[in-house]
């Protein structure tokens, strides 16, 4: 019993690994840069680049761990 249920667990995950979320990537660069619309001082727009912009423009970039399902789905939805 205890072998099927694995059985079954295993089959899941490798299942979910074919439903991915769309990237949230663009070449739309009026949208993903605040720079682009306000004036940011030289220092801030390092820290921006840096820290924030991973997450928070049309451009992201990915973690290898974002490949793997569920965790793929809780960036997308972090991301959103």
């Known amino acids: 019993m205890r072998r099927r249920i694995l059985l ?7 299942a979910i690994q074919f439903i991915r979320p769309a990237k949230n990537q663009s ?11 306000y004036t940011v001082p030289q220092n801030v727009s ?3 680049k840096k820290a924030c912009n991973d997450c928070h423009t049309n451009n992201t970039v990915y973690p290898w761990y974002a ?3 569920p965790v793929g ?3 997308n939805h972090h991301i959103e």
């Open 8 to 14: 079954i667990i295993i089959i899941i995950l490798i």
């Open 46 to 48: 390092v820290i921006l």
């Open 67 to 69: 490949q793997i399902q």
């Open 73 to 75: 789905w809780w960036l």
């Open 27 to 37: 070449n739309d660069v009026l949208t993903s840069d605040i720079s682009h619309v």
